[in-house]
């Protein structure tokens, strides 16, 4: 595998590109305006964050227009970022954000969307483009995402696939966007978009270079799934999948929410963390006996190792060569510093069986 290093931060190139991406990336999912949008992070503490991110080599940057519920904000929160930094510190930034899924226009607090404010057709994909690149306040997107796959009640697209892929490809060729990737897709997604795009695109450069999806020790299978199914799936077949195409996989969720970070112990679950105060079913989700029992393992192997239980779980991922950068989402600088440590834990095969055993993956190689 080829490395660089920045600021003493590993890189690596992002797929069959010659894009380089920090191993730690920085995921803006709760960034935003927290006095309405339900983000954790505002300017203040935000632009504390990102400066800090810069100084670490930390230079893979992670938003999409629909985060914190449809309001775009984060990507406003990026976008006053790079306003008051200039220039030179965009351009050292590697910048990506995701559009399919819709967003409000700033201090809308509700919106009904149409039909065509959504989804992946070429009037969306066109003016979606355009909204990013407002609210970023920026002239070009480094890695542009179709966020969610827009489908049907029966699974199908909703758009044709060359109607899509031709659109993106435009935005490519009007320097809107360098490079493109997918997101929360399967294997027979990627593949049937990759064969439409090869047939649209204007030369053989235009290729899908990534493929963002959810994948940490926790829920290993949960990569090859598709929706809310984080049961049934083929890990293994979708790791091929992705090495043979030459596609990097970026996970997002790397900590599980914080599970991986050892803050829920068996008789010591923190109260005040995020599983618990965001309701829902996180807690039935992540909080169960299989899941505290993997921690315990997991958290005596990195005290063994001398890391964090962070630092192991995101080191875990970068031990796969098809991954170039993993996406942790911070609200702390002391987060993001812990977590610029992680590429400095290796493992051996030892180490690796290991933890495979611990994970229960009958048959795991």
Same mark, same amino acid.
């Given at each position: ?92 930034? #590697? *910048?990506?954000?995701?559009? /399919? %899924? &819709?967003? =409000? ?11 065509? $404010? ?77 064969? #439409? *795009?090869?047939?649209?695109? /204007? %030369? &053989?450069? =235009? ?11 926790? $829920? ?100 796969? $060569? ?44």
């Amino acid at each position: 595998m080829m490395k660089k290093t920045f600021l003493k931060m590993p890189m690596r190139r992002m797929g069959d590109s010659g894009l380089w991406v920090s191993e730690i990336g920085l995921g803006l999912w709760k960034w935003g305006d927290p006095t309405y949008d339900g983000s954790r992070v505002g300017d203040h503490g935000g632009f504390s964050i990102l400066d800090r991110a810069r100084e670490l080599g930390v230079i893979h940057w992670d938003t999409a227009s629909s985060y914190n519920m449809q309001s775009g904000n984060s990507e406003r929160l990026l976008g006053r970022y790079f306003a008051s930094r200039g220039s030179r510190v965009r351009d050292k930034i #590697v *910048l990506a954000t995701k559009v /399919s %899924n &819709p967003a =409000r226009e700033e201090h809308e607090t509700e919106r009904e969307f149409s039909p065509n $404010e959504r989804g992946s057709n070429r009037k969306y994909i066109l003016q979606g483009v355009d909204d990013c690149l407002r609210r970023l306040q920026t002239d070009r997107i480094d890695v542009l995402y179709l966020h969610q796959p827009s489908l049907m009640e029966d699974g199908t697209w909703e758009t044709p696939l060359d109607e899509t892929w031709a659109a993106m490809d435009d935005i490519i060729t009007r320097g809107k966007a360098l490079y493109i990737a997918v997101s929360n897709r399967t294997v027979a997604q990627i593949r049937e978009e990759s064969e #439409v *795009l090869s047939q649209v695109a /204007s %030369n &053989p450069s =235009r290729r899908i270079i990534a493929v963002q999806n959810w994948y940490n020790l926790a $829920e290993r299978v949960k990569v090859s799934t598709e929706g809310e199914n984080r049961l049934e799936g083929n890990e293994r077949l979708f790791l091929r999948f992705v090495r043979e195409r030459r596609i990097g996989l970026v996970p997002f969720f790397p900590l599980a929410s914080g599970l991986l970070t050892g803050r829920y112990r068996k008789g010591n679950i923190d109260e005040t963390g995020r599983i618990i105060q965001d309701g829902g079913n996180w807690k039935d989700m992540f909080l169960t006996e299989r899941n505290l029992n993997l921690v315990e393992g997991l958290a005596a192997l990195a005290e063994k190792k001398g890391c964090s239980m962070a630092q192991f779980a995101i080191a875990w991922l970068l031990s796969h $060569e098809v991954v170039p950068s993993v996406i942790a989402g911070v609200t702390k600088i002391s987060q993001l510093e812990d977590n610029a440590g992680a590429p400095h834990v290796t493992f051996t095969v030892k180490e690796l069986s290991e933890i495979n055993r611990l994970c229960k993956y009958a048959g795991l190689k």
